[in-house]
């Protein structure tokens, strides 16, 4: 098919200038009533349940979801379907186990609930490495989507995309904080939901309203194997791995667990996460129309044409449904997905700067308010540089698997520390400090070994390890090894600390929790 992708035109211009336009008076009415670090990090801890459910389902809702998985459905099949589903099983993990925890101990990032009880400096130097390692994955992902997503709407250099994209971002966190970047989230989330019905909609409408005669149509074409695993992931312990990654890496993403201290209490933060789930759940659904759909209507070859990783398999599947007009608004709300993610992400990498590292770690917590401000600023302004950098250096990189190795350092680095800090009484400082860096380096070594690497973009006959993800090596390693650490270095005050843990982890504001 021809594809006006490449050429600017009216439609796009009009919805992406739309959008921005939007974005940024909200940003304008959100940063004049940010006036504290409190607002900048927590807006006021005032959301709503509802309001932070739509906020969550925004913030995780990223390129890899709507571009990703929709282009690997078109080229796999059935495959596909396991990011679909990883992504979703995890949010189970965070509603019982995390989001009470998390809100009845922490302030502001995550490392408040893993260094509760812990001396402070170590493990905030250790929890900020595993952030912002997750955070540069993250957003190379992000940014590499946003770069050739805009490059193609509007014929434009991918560089000066790029720096496009920084600069309405960082406009974003600058001036409006948390309050600016979740009225965002949520204006995007609902922005893509409806989007992407209203696409599987009109994808359906071709084949009579039923989804089976849809993947009927795709195993004539295509064959059978289309509609059965093996595509994407051969392996059962790649998949295994692949699937620990995505479940366990949503419950130790630094801007997921961020926003639980929006929230006014943790039955909020429960509620939130029930209505995140629901609105996700629906969206995954929608992904696997949207994929079968390109891959039935566009054609694999088509969608290879344009983006070898078929991330642009979803707006080609709206310029073929719905013609340059309805092209433009997908796009549009696929820039707004990207935006708002980059935004939490750069949100969540400055609070590890400023209040973990600046603030507890340099200033052993006695900076002034109006310093921890001006330095959360700074951090982010700092932050959005390096995106912009990260985006330019990685050019060309397939967003879907730059995403899930986030998920992978994730759940390795992060999910370990956060659930032995709150449910082992004989979890230590030193064991923090070493299952967080064991768990952040491992897996980045091993995914530097990996045929991801090795193969994929290197371009050597074999890799040294032989899985694609190490989620199933490296998170049973970082339990492992803050464990073992922890047996053979006991600290008195954390085990009598404990019972404190336990107090607010259950009773909450009644314990004296934030």
């Not at 989001?99 to 922490?106: F, H, I």
């Not at 340059?324 to 400055?350: P, Y």
């Amino acid at each position: 098919m021809t594809t006006s992708l490449g050429h600017p035109h009216p439609a796009a211009i009009f919805w992406f200038f739309l959008f921005v336009a939007v974005t940024l008076g909200i940003t304008f009415w959100a940063a004049r009533r940010t006036r504290s670090t409190e607002h900048f990090y927590t807006a006021g801890r005032r959301v709503t349940g509802l309001q932070n459910g739509l906020a969550l389902a925004g913030d995780y809702m990223s390129a890899a979801s709507f571009l990703g998985i929709a282009g690997l459905v078109s080229l796999s099949g059935f495959d596909g379907l396991i990011y679909s589903i990883g992504f979703l099983v995890g949010w189970p993990v965070v509603m019982f186990l995390i989001a009470e925890p998390l809100r009845n101990l922490g302030r502001y990032t995550f490392a408040d609930v893993v260094a509760f009880r812990l001396r402070q400096v170590p493990v905030r130097i250790a929890a900020a490495i595993g952030t912002l390692a997750v955070v540069t994955f993250y957003l190379i992902a992000q940014m590499v989507g946003a770069g050739n997503l805009v490059k193609l709407l509007f014929g434009i250099p991918y560089e000066t995309a790029i720096v496009i994209v920084g600069i309405v971002m960082m406009a974003y966190v600058l001036f409006g904080g948390m309050l600016a970047t979740t009225w965002v989230q949520i204006v995007k989330a609902a922005l893509l939901i409806s989007g992407a019905f209203l696409l599987a909609g009109l994808v359906l409408a071709r084949f009579g309203g039923n989804p089976l005669a849809l993947f009927a149509a795709a195993s004539d074409r295509f064959g059978a194997q289309v509609l059965g695993p093996g595509q994407l992931v051969a392996d059962p312990l790649d998949a295994l791995s692949l699937g620990l990654a995505l479940m366990f890496g949503t419950a130790g993403l630094p801007h997921i667990l961020m926003r639980f201290y929006t929230v006014p209490d943790a039955r909020t933060a429960r509620t939130s996460v029930t209505y995140a789930t629901a609105f996700i759940g629906f969206f995954y659904l929608l992904t696997f129309i949207l994929g079968f759909g390109a891959m039935v209507i566009v054609g694999p070859d088509a969608i290879k044409a344009i983006d070898k990783g078929g991330n642009m398999a979803a707006p080609l599947l709206a310029e073929a449904v719905g013609g340059t007009g309805f092209l433009g608004f997908i796009a549009a709300v696929a820039f707004a997905t990207i935006l708002a993610v980059v935004a939490g992400l750069t949100l969540s990498g400055a609070a590890a700067l400023s209040h973990d590292v600046w603030v507890n770690v340099v200033r052993r917590g006695k900076a002034p308010e109006r310093e921890q401000f001006v330095v959360a600023r700074v951090a982010t302004l700092l932050g959005g540089v390096a995106s912009v950098a990260l985006g330019i250096v990685f050019k060309g990189e397939n967003v879907a698997y730059m995403v899930g190795l986030a998920f992978a350092i994730a759940a390795s680095a992060n999910f370990p520390a956060l659930i032995l800090s709150i449910f082992w009484r004989r979890f230590t400082t030193r064991g923090a400090q070493a299952s967080m860096i064991v768990g952040t380096f491992s897996a980045l070594l091993l995914i530097f070994l990996s045929p991801t690497i090795q193969v994929s973009v290197l371009g050597r006959e074999s890799a040294a390890f032989p899985l694609k993800n190490p989620g199933l090596v490296t998170i049973p390693l970082s339990f492992l090894v803050g464990m073992l650490v922890s047996l053979l270095t006991p600290e008195r005050e954390a085990s009598e600390r404990f019972a404190e843990v336990q107090r607010r982890v259950h009773l909450g504001p009644e314990a004296g929790a934030e």
